[in-house]
């Protein structure tokens, strides 16, 4: 089994700031990894696909980097709406979710 | 337009067997590469994949959970069911249906609104 762990668990920035959000695999997933955001009473929505590809709809400002067991999702200049609760997900080994990232206004 | 809508009871007590339907529009389970999954998430805290089921009848399942769940289709009805029996409080979770297409990175692109289940006596 895959065991995703993310860091920051908690992240207080403000808006206009970067923020960079880690995933680390337990074992390599190749580019196999996606990141979601999740608000409150809502479902994930996809972000970021095999590590570095936007999901159609996805702004600019939504990068995804790396491979193998270390990935960073980096949002360039933070707007109000994207704090929320963000996920990896691997698929090379069936699938596992990161415990997630609470993106929160500072 | 892809949505997903999921629906069953609210409210489960332990040693029953829940049942949830997806019920889907805008693409066919029918169409080759077209996957369906059931997700959950407990209160306040992290995903976890439970189940999928592809356009071929293939079926696959969470190691953890295999022994209660059953995942089936109705490709007429544009419909994917999730039965898991034995239902303990530690279930109770918002239960969410996810599509993935082998040919878009197999990633959950379309996801339900999600539906909450609560086991308790």
């Known amino acids: 089994e895959v065991v995703l762990t993310q860091s920051p668990a908690t992240l207080s920035l403000s808006p206009g700031e970067r923020a960079t959000l880690s995933c680390r695999a337990s074992?390599?997933?190749?580019?196999?990894l996606a990141w979601y955001q999740q608000k409150p009473g809502q479902a994930p929505r996809l972000l970021i696909y095999?590590?570095?590809n936007r999901a159609t709809g996805i702004p600019a400002r939504f990068s995804g980097s790396g491979s193998g067991t270390d990935f960073t999702l980096t949002i360039s200049s933070l707007e109000p709406e994207d704090f929320a609760v963000y996920y990896c997900q691997q698929r090379n080994d069936w699938y596992s979710f990161g415990q997630g990232t609470k993106l929160e206004i500072k | 337009q892809v949505t997903l809508k999921e629906s069953g009871p609210a409210l489960v007590k332990p040693t029953q067997t829940l049942t949830l339907t997806c019920t889907f529009s805008g693409f066919s389970l029918r169409t080759r590469g077209m996957r369906m999954s059931w997700i959950r998430q407990p209160p306040g805290k992290a995903l976890e994949w439970l189940a999928r089921?592809?356009?071929?009848?293939?079926?696959f399942y969470t190691t953890s959970l295999k022994t209660r769940l059953t995942i089936s289709k109705d490709t007429s009805k544009n419909q994917v069911v999730l039965t898991m029996t034995n239902m303990d409080p530690v279930d109770t979770a918002t239960y969410y249906c996810?599509?993935?297409?082998?040919?878009?990175?197999?990633?959950?692109?379309?996801w339900g609104q999600g539906t909450q289940v609560t086991v308790s006596s």
């Open positions: 074992q390599s997933v190749s580019s196999y």
């Open positions: 089921i592809d356009w071929d009848d293939h079926k």
């Open positions: 095999d590590a570095s």
């Open positions: 996810a599509r993935a297409v082998t040919t878009m990175g197999d990633y959950f692109d379309y």
